[in-house]
């Protein structure tokens, strides 16, 4: 059961996600379907049972396109489909990513192009495939995913922090160009979201115990919990919000 706010004015609303398939993205999807929202989204792996189980938990069945995101050909044709069968997306939701661990020491050139095509360069494109429809439609919304790693200045992937740190100026100069068109773009933080792929690969026990002792909020974050703020900044409640960084992070770091 979701227990996010209604926003009426997402109800029918054109809704382009990537990574919608799985982890904090699956539930990006549901919170959108719920919402009454057209969404497309796309990822690498197939995603057919997952569009089923979305149609009949919400009766809205989501448009699943099979894309690569690193392939910006392809992410940009997946944008015109999703906007051939359910109008321009007025919302854009950058929410895919690959928080790979790696040390400094061991980054070759490939490696480092890799990790910024996924983190940063698809971010972009994807921003700019949807601005003439978002124009032509009067306005809309771009939340871009970045994260509090390089807030906290972890180590660990410093690839990702500096793609983290790249999302956020992006974030501002985009809102500060797309502004007069009605176009709103907006960075969203998570903390550390405890998501599958989170809990097999990188949550030890040690370090969510070393996670929780800075969170303010003792309790560790599950990707519902980004939903709420991802639909508030899609959303015309947020209308004037845009060029910042909204943190969902349980309380470990303290903007202002």
Same mark, same amino acid.
């Given at each position: 059961?979701? *227990?996010?706010?209604?926003?009426?004015?997402?109800?029918? /609303?054109?809704?382009f #996600?990537?990574?919608?398939?799985?982890?904090?993205?699956?539930?990006?999807?549901?919170a959108?379907?719920?919402?009454?929202? @057209?969404?497309?989204?796309?990822?690498?792996?197939?995603?057919?049972?997952?569009?089923?189980?979305?149609a009949?938990?919400?009766g809205?069945?989501?448009?699943?396109?099979?894309? &690569?995101?690193?392939?910006?050909?392809?992410?940009?044709? /997946?944008?015109? @489909?999703?906007?051939?069968?359910?109008?321009?997306?007025?919302?854009?939701?950058?929410?895919?990513? !690959?928080? @790979? %661990? *790696?040390?400094?020491?061991e980054?070759?050139?490939?490696? =480092?192009?890799?990790?910024?095509a996924?983190?940063?360069?698809? $971010?972009?494109?994807a921003?700019?495939?949807?601005?003439?429809?978002?124009?032509?439609?009067?306005g809309?919304?771009?939340? !871009?995913?970045?994260s #509090?790693? $390089?807030?906290?200045?972890?180590?660990? $992937?410093p690839? $990702?922090?500096?793609?983290?740190?790249?999302?956020?100026a992006?974030?501002?100069?985009?809102?500060?160009?797309?502004?007069p068109?009605? #176009? %709103?773009?907006?960075?969203l933080?998570?903390? =550390?979201?405890?998501? &599958?792929?989170?809990?097999?690969?990188?949550?030890?026990p040690?370090?969510?115990?070393? *996670?929780?002792? @800075?969170?303010c909020?003792?309790?560790?974050?599950?990707?519902?919990?980004?939903?709420?703020g991802?639909l508030?900044?899609?959303?015309?409640?947020?209308?004037?919000m845009?060029?910042? /960084?909204?943190?969902?992070?349980?309380?470990?770091?303290?903007?202002?």
């Open positions: 059961m979701s *227990h996010d706010p209604v926003f009426p004015d997402l109800s029918g /609303a054109s809704v #996600i990537t990574g919608g398939g799985s982890g904090i993205g699956a539930s990006l999807t549901e959108f379907l719920r919402q009454g929202a @057209k969404v497309a989204f796309v990822q690498r792996s197939d995603a057919s049972l997952f569009v089923e189980e979305m009949d938990l919400t809205n069945r989501p448009l699943f396109l099979p894309c &690569d995101i690193t392939d910006i050909p392809a992410l940009q044709d /997946a944008i015109g @489909k999703a906007a051939q069968a359910h109008g321009p997306s007025t919302v854009l939701v950058n929410n895919a990513a !690959n928080d @790979k %661990r *790696h040390k400094t020491e980054v070759t050139e490939d490696f =480092w192009d890799w990790s910024q996924i983190n940063l360069k698809a $971010y972009f494109f921003c700019q495939a949807v601005v003439a429809g978002m124009r032509a439609a009067g809309g919304s771009i939340v !871009n995913f970045s #509090i790693s $390089y807030m906290m200045g972890n180590a660990g $992937y690839s $990702y922090t500096t793609a983290n740190g790249g999302i956020t992006m974030t501002r100069s985009l809102a500060r160009e797309f502004g068109d009605n #176009i %709103r773009v907006n960075a933080m998570p903390g =550390w979201v405890l998501t &599958d792929k989170q809990l097999e690969m990188w949550a030890s040690e370090d969510l115990a070393a *996670h929780m002792e @800075k969170m909020l003792k309790e560790h974050l599950k990707p519902s919990d980004i939903t709420g991802t508030f900044l899609a959303s015309a409640a947020s209308r004037m845009t060029g910042q /960084a909204l943190v969902i992070d349980g309380g470990v770091v303290v903007t202002g």
